[in-house]
C-alpha cells in the first residue's frame, strides 16, 4: 500500500509504502504525485518503507516509467527505512531514476531526514528562538482522556492562533511468520490484507467524524486518519506536519507518573516537537 502522509510544506511530499506494492497502488498514487509535480514543478520527496515487503513485477515497471518521466522533477528523494536491502535501493536509484539527490536514512534518523530536505542546517540558532505554537497535533483514541485534551488543544490553538489537527492511527494489519519477518503475498492474500486495512480506516474515520462533532467549537479543526503502526506513524505525522506541540489525553494518576513503555514516551523520544500530556482523574477502581 501506498500512503501519502500530510506536509506542512509546499512543494514536498511524504509517502509511506507498506506490504507488496502493486500494479493498483501506483494506479491510484500516481496521479496525485503528477498533480503535486504539476503545481510545484520542482519536488522533494520522503519515501519511508514501513512492514515493507516490496514490488509485484507490473509495480516495478510502473515504478521505472514513472522515474523516468520524471527524471528531471525531483530536487531530492530522502529514503527511510531499516532493511538492508532498502539502504541498497537508494544506491541504485541516484544514477538513473533522478537527476537531483537520493539519501537513505535508517528509521531513527527520521529527523535527520527531514532536515535535509528542507535544508536545516543552522539548528542550533533556530533552537535558540522561541516561537509561538503555529501547529498543533492531538493524538486521538477517541476516548474520554482524548475528549479532555482536545478541549485544552482548542483553547492553546485559540490564544496562539494556530492550526489544530486531530490525529488518528489506524492500526494496520501485517502478516508476520513465527520468526518476526513480514510474510507477504505467498501465504496470505494481499487482497484480503488490503480489505481489511480499508475497512479499519474507514471505521476509524467514521469515529473522528463522530467525535468532532461532539467537541462542540467554533474553531477550525483538521482531522487525519493514517494506517500504520501507532507510535511510528504518530512520528512520521509530526515530522511531516513540522508540528510544534503534540497534546495527549491520560488517566490521572496518583504518585509517580508511569508514563515508561508508553506511546507518549516513545513520541517524546523520537519527535522534536513539544508535548503536553493532559490528565484527566480516573473514577474506575
Not at 503502526?229 to 494518576?253: C, H, M, N, Y
Request: negative net charge; charged residues 30%.
Amino acid at each position: 500500500m501506498l500512503q501519502i502522509i500530510p506536509v506542512y510544506e509546499g512543494n514536498t511530499i511524504a509517502v509511506r509504502a507498506s506490504g507488496k506494492l502493486s500494479h493498483e497502488d501506483y494506479q491510484k498514487f500516481i496521479p496525485e504525485l503528477e498533480k503535486h509535480i504539476e503545481e510545484h514543478e520542482k519536488i522533494t520527496l520522503l519515501f519511508e518503507f514501513d512492514n515493507f515487503t516490496g514490488w509485484d513485477l507490473d509495480a516495478v515497471k510502473d515504478d521505472f516509467k514513472f522515474g523516468m518521466k520524471h527524471l528531471e522533477n525531483f530536487e531530492r528523494i530522502a529514503m527511510v527505512g531499516d532493511k538492508a536491502w532498502e539502504r541498497w535501493m537508494s544506491f541504485i536509484a541516484k544514477p538513473f531514476l533522478i537527476s537531483g539527490e537520493v539519501k537513505y536514512f535508517n528509521r531513527e534518523n527520521l529527523q535527520d531526514a527531514w532536515d535535509w530536505l528542507r535544508e536545516r542546517e543552522d539548528l542550533e540558532k533556530l533552537a535558540e528562538q522561541i516561537q509561538p505554537y503555529k501547529n498543533i497535533v492531538v493524538a486521538v483514541d477517541y476516548s474520554a482522556y482524548a475528549k479532555h485534551a482536545c478541549k485544552r488543544a482548542i483553547e492553546l490553538a485559540k490564544h496562539y492562533k494556530a492550526s489544530l489537527t486531530l490525529l488518528n492511527v489506524a492500526l494496520e494489519y501485517v502478516p508476520y511468520s513465527a520468526y518476526g519477518d513480514a510474510m507477504g503475498a505467498y501465504l496470505i492474500d494481499e487482497a484480503i490484507i488490503e480489505e481489511q486495512n480499508q475497512a479499519r480506516m474507514e471505521a476509524s474515520e467514521a469515529q473522528m467524524k463522530a467525535f468532532t462533532s461532539e467537541l462542540d467549537t467554533d474553531y477550525p479543526i483538521i482531522s487525519k486518519v493514517i494506517c500504520g503502526e501507532t507510535k511510528s506513524g504518530i512520528v512520521t505525522f509530526l515530522e511531516a506536519q513540522d508540528a510544534d506541540l503534540v497534546v495527549f489525553g491520560a488517566r490521572k494518576k496518583k504518585g509517580l507518573n508511569k508514563l515508561i513503555g508508553t506511546i507518549p514516551q516513545y513520541v517524546q523520544s523520537n519527535s522534536r516537537c513539544e508535548m503536553l500530556i493532559v490528565p484527566l482523574q480516573d473514577l474506575t477502581f
